[in-house]
């Protein structure tokens, strides 16, 4: 008889969709997070900046949470500094973009 495979022996992880509840990026400002997870895609809403959607899986005080954003910066710095996760960091408001510190 032949061997049934799981989902998760085969399943790529990057196709996976990141758990956790939705929060907003204006209610995670100057708090420290723990990012343990993120997808870059192209955004839906290209009209008014930045051409990708930066999904960001992250944690505060053990709870997890996901939020979305097209913030350049932030989307930039993640796919740069991806292989570094998990990592705390707290995102900053500087003017009119967002930044991690």
Not at 16 to 21: K, T, V
Not at 26 to 31: A, C, L
Request: hydrophobic share 35%.
């Amino acid at each position: 008889m032949q061997q049934v495979k799981r989902f998760s022996e085969f399943a790529d992880k990057d196709s996976l969709p990141l758990d956790g509840a939705k929060m907003r990026l204006d209610e995670i400002i100057n708090k420290e997070i723990t990012v343990v997870g993120l997808k870059v895609r192209t955004s839906r809403f290209k009209k008014d900046g930045s051409p990708k959607c930066l999904t960001l899986q992250f944690e505060i005080d053990g709870q997890r949470y996901v939020l979305f954003t097209g913030s350049t910066v932030l989307t930039e710095q993640m796919e740069k500094y991806k292989a570094e996760i998990p990592f705390m960091a707290t995102i900053k408001k500087i003017d009119r973009y967002y930044t991690f510190s």
